[in-house]
């Protein structure tokens, strides 16, 4: 792996709670171990080499539990963006000089059996400034956001998806640094409105994934990332 992660891992979980009103979703036990620690040991695994966590709300528990990252093999850094919430756009925008002028984006509540190699590949060879990783989900796990044709990504819209779209966003991305330096001011902006720009231009590149994926932002998927870990015996 040639680009830095960044983990967006700077919310406030309302959906979990009780259990993130003390602790962060990053720190969420998940069958017997912290998130976040799984998540990392993954990306080692995988032959990231650099970490950038973008924290906010109990952001300070995440240092106290990851550090540096040599734990884990990694090197991590963190921009905290609390208490003034900067949305996960802003977010990444803040953190762009601890990162490279290309990086993948990984949500912090998510969990992605796939080979990031070829997600990079694929982005480093599109020819767009940015990437997004879809499944064919049809509803299935959460409303469909993607409109995916012939290798192509037609639209992405999280806040009015149509009935045509089929595919969602899998929750790992990559993206240019000037694309999120181009935006003005210092106000909250959400990645995923950048994304729908990109898309409507054509510049946002597609992977189609077929494994599912497992998130942690609600207690059913919580639950069914446990009942995952736990069938793989770790």
Not at 63 to 86: E, H, I, N, T
Not at 116 to 130: H, Q, T
Not at 142 to 154: A, E, G, H, P, R
Not at 163 to 186: R, T, W
């Amino acid at each position: 792996m040639k680009l830095p992660v960044a983990i967006l891992a700077g919310g406030l979980a309302t959906r979990l709670k009780p259990i993130t009103e003390r602790i962060p979703k990053a720190l969420v036990d998940v069958a017997g171990e912290p998130f976040i620690l799984r998540q990392l040991a993954y990306l080692r695994g995988q032959g990231v080499t650099r970490v950038v966590m973008c924290i906010g709300f109990l952001g300070e528990q995440i240092r106290d539990v990851v550090g540096d990252g040599s734990a884990s093999g990694l090197s991590v850094s963190y921009s905290q963006d609390w208490p003034k919430l900067l949305g996960t756009g802003g977010a990444l925008k803040q953190a762009l000089p601890l990162l490279d002028s290309q990086f993948l984006v990984l949500y912090g509540d998510s969990y992605l059996p796939i080979d990031f190699n070829a997600v990079e590949d694929r982005f480093l060879n599109s020819g767009k400034p940015a990437l997004m990783t879809v499944q064919r989900n049809a509803d299935q796990w959460d409303k469909s956001n993607v409109l995916f044709s012939d290798d192509v990504i037609v639209e992405y819209n999280k806040r009015l998806p149509t009935p045509e779209m089929k595919h969602i966003d899998y929750g790992l991305g990559a993206i240019s640094a000037d694309i999120l330096a181009a935006e003005q001011g210092d106000e909250a902006f959400d990645l995923a409105d950048v994304y729908h720009r990109l898309s409507l231009a054509g510049q946002l590149a597609g992977f189609e994934v077929q494994e599912r994926f497992y998130e942690i932002g609600s207690h059913k998927g919580l639950a069914e990332a446990a009942d995952y870990f736990r069938g793989r015996g770790k």
